[in-house]
């Protein structure tokens, strides 16, 4: 039985790896991406944050832009 079972944990520790280095893989290839659309001029800090929005449903878009406009208001920006 323990044999059975530490045969079974090495194949998931195993299949864990390989999907951390795919993982950094992808990691890396976004990081090339967002270094080409600097090189032709894209703020990728927007680029970020326009992601970051896209991810969000979009009430929660809505509610989170206009929380944002009301703290705005009370600062005095805009």
Partial sequence: MAEVTDDRL??????????EEEKKGIADD??????EAKAVGYDTKIMR???????????ERSEQ??????Y??????G
């Fill in 72 to 77: 705005k208001a009370a600062l005095g920006m």
């Fill in 30 to 35: 976004i990081r090339d991406v967002y270094a």
């Fill in 49 to 59: 944050q326009i992601i970051r929005l896209r991810k969000m449903k979009p009430d």
């Fill in 10 to 19: 090495r194949l998931l520790i195993e299949r864990i790896e390989r999907l």
């Fill in 65 to 70: 832009e206009t929380i944002l406009d009301t």
